[in-house]
Structure formats: structure tokens, C-alpha cells
């Protein structure tokens, strides 16, 4: 009589696994025909958290007629002779699993954490405490002003013509403009045309023109974005190693 082991080279098989404790698992996952019983198991455990200990395997075709129950965890799965779209249920045998009751799907039965308010009050970092620091946002038509001056102080000494680096990305180039833009909001703004393309526009915003430069090189920053200096050209090549 010829054994039922049917084992060769690195086969597979594709099954669908169920669980008696949670309804909803239902995966299909691929085992390979060498693995041992125990082997199988240790993948499942991973995947639904019946240990391997508490887990008895029953084997159904696609009919869901009962093939076998797989009881010897030292045999292969082929021995077992399992097909593609064989059902492969896991049944937990410990009444005290974390798979049992309900817990790992119905939320309703998990206790909810509650705090008071005087507790979370006093806890320093939440979202609360990061709202109360952002500024009021006042109803339409009574913004807070900027002054028309604002951050006029921080470039007094900038020219037209002047190297800089802006931030963020040190993006480096040359000021094309310094001064108030009426199509942006009030205080001081500074033009810069950028070596590389790194910009937004060629210095025209809103329908106005502050300044002429190649397309996407140009930007309005504020004063405090700006830093001037010997920033020359970077060379591309620069940080390439040799």
C-alpha cells in the first residue's frame, strides 16, 4: 500500500486558515509542503496568537468535508496531503486565550481609559496645552494689523545686488528687491533671484512685477528668511568625491 506522504522538491500549497475564536480570520497563506506539523503551527501562532501548545489543526477540502485532523506534529504537512484552496482551521484549546471571548474583535468588550479633567489638566505636552499656544484667530475683518514696518528693522542694510542665503535649504543668490509689496501683506519683503531654479515665479506676483528674473528663480521672503554675505555660486561638484 503506498504511503501517503507526497513530498517533492520545494512544493507548495495555498490554503485559506480559519480560527474557532475569531470569525473574521480568514487569510490565505502558503506553506510549504516540508514544513513540519509544528512548523505550521509556529507560523499560525504569529499570525493569530493561539500558541502552539493550545493549537490542534483540522484539515477540510474544498467541499468543507472534513481530510484530517493533523495530530503529529513531527509529520510534514504533505503528509497530510493537503490541495490548493484546502481550508486549514486552527482550534484553541485554552479557555483562558487572549483569542477567546470576543477580545481580539469586539472592541466594545475592551475597557475604555478615562482621565478627569483636573488630571489631564496638570499633564504637560497634549494637544490641549499645544492649542493654548497658538495665537486666537479672530473673526473676519478683525485680523490683528501688521504694522507696515514690520521686520523694516532687519534689512537696512540690505542692497540690490547683495549675495545672501535664504532659508529654509541655504538656497543661495542675489536681492532684486527690498521694500514694502502691496499685492502681499503689509511690512518689508526682499526679492531674491536664485542661483538654481528653486524659486516660484520670475518676479512678478499677484499681476505685479518687483523684479526680473528667469522663470521659478525668483521668491518674496521676509527679511528674517535672509542672510547676507559671501555666498558665492555652489559648485555642483563640490561635495562629489574623487
Not at 493569530?48 to 503529529?72: P, Q
Not at 527690498?178 to 533671484?193: I, K, N, S
Request: proline share 6%; with cysteine; glycine share 10%.
Amino acid at each position: 500500500m503506498g504511503s501517503r506522504l507526497q513530498i517533492e522538491g520545494d512544493e507548495s500549497v495555498l490554503v485559506r486558515v480559519t480560527h474557532s475564536n475569531i470569525k473574521s480570520f480568514s487569510p490565505e497563506i502558503r506553506f510549504s509542503l516540508q514544513m513540519t506539523v509544528e512548523a505550521v503551527k509556529e507560523k499560525l501562532w504569529k499570525k493569530c496568537g493561539t500558541s502552539v501548545n493550545s493549537m490542534s489543526l483540522e484539515l477540510y477540502d474544498e467541499t468543507g468535508a472534513k481530510i484530517s485532523v493533523l495530530s503529529d506534529n513531527a509529520r510534514p504537512l504533505g503528509f497530510y496531503s493537503p490541495l490548493d484552496g484546502y481550508r486549514l482551521h486552527v482550534i484553541d484549546l485554552d479557555p483562558s486565550s487572549v483569542t477567546s471571548g470576543g477580545w481580539l474583535e469586539d472592541t466594545s468588550l475592551v475597557e475604555k481609559y478615562t482621565i478627569s479633567e483636573e488630571a489631564y489638566g496638570k499633564l504637560g505636552g497634549t494637544f490641549r496645552k499645544f492649542k493654548d499656544t497658538l495665537p486666537l484667530k479672530q473673526p473676519p475683518g478683525q485680523e490683528s494689523k501688521i504694522s507696515d514696518n514690520y521686520m523694516g528693522d532687519l534689512c537696512v542694510n540690505f542692497k540690490i545686488g547683495d549675495r545672501c542665503e535664504v532659508e529654509p535649504g541655504e538656497r543661495r543668490g542675489t536681492v532684486k528687491f527690498v521694500g514694502q509689496a502691496e499685492t502681499l501683506a503689509p511690512g518689508f519683503w526682499v526679492g531674491v533671484q536664485f542661483d538654481e531654479p528653486a524659486g516660484k515665479h520670475d518676479g512678478m506676483v499677484k499681476g505685479k512685477r518687483y523684479f526680473d528674473c528667469p522663470p521659478l528663480h525668483g521668491a518674496m521672503v521676509r527679511p528674517d528668511k535672509v542672510k547676507i554675505g559671501d555666498y558665492p555660486e555652489k559648485d555642483p561638484f563640490e561635495e562629489e568625491e574623487i
